[in-house]
């Protein structure tokens, strides 16, 4: 059973930054493409980001492309999410998720990944 635990998040100024981790533990993830994904209240969880298993290839959701960095250490089994030049529209609820399953997926679908953290809260004020 994989288990994913974020960090990091937290309230900052806008234009400011933060660096998010995911932990995981109970399986290695060197071979699970990973995601973050966010969620304000009363909105739809979103795709922010994804790194292939080998840290290889990135994809970005357009409203965080240049501003956002996505990366992995595999041997310590964590997962990064930089985050630079905050914005209020940013304010949301901060998921990691893991995918298992072998095969083509979309990666900006949260429903194609099984294993999920708790969350983390970033809080941009303007």
């Known amino acids: 059973q994989v288990r994913l635990a974020e960090s990091g998040g937290g309230l900052v100024q806008a234009g400011g930054s933060l660096r998010l981790s995911c932990a995981a533990s109970?399986?290695?993830?060197?071979?699970?493409?990973l995601g973050w994904f966010r969620q304000a209240p009363g909105k739809e969880r979103d795709f922010v980001a994804v790194?292939?298993?080998?840290?290889?290839?990135?994809y970005y959701a357009d409203s965080v492309q240049g501003r956002f960095t996505i990366s992995r250490d595999n041997a310590k089994n964590t997962m990064y999410l930089q985050m630079n030049v905050l914005k209020p529209e940013d304010t949301a609820v901060y998921y990691c998720?893991?995918?298992?399953?072998?095969?083509?997926?979309?990666?900006?679908?949260?429903?194609?990944?099984?294993?999920w953290g708790q969350g983390t809260q970033v809080t941009v004020s303007s």
């Open positions: 109970g399986r290695t993830l060197g071979s699970y493409p």
């Open positions: 998720a893991a995918r298992s399953s072998t095969g083509v997926y979309d990666y900006a679908g949260a429903k194609y990944y099984n294993y």
């Open positions: 790194i292939s298993s080998s840290g290889s290839r990135t």
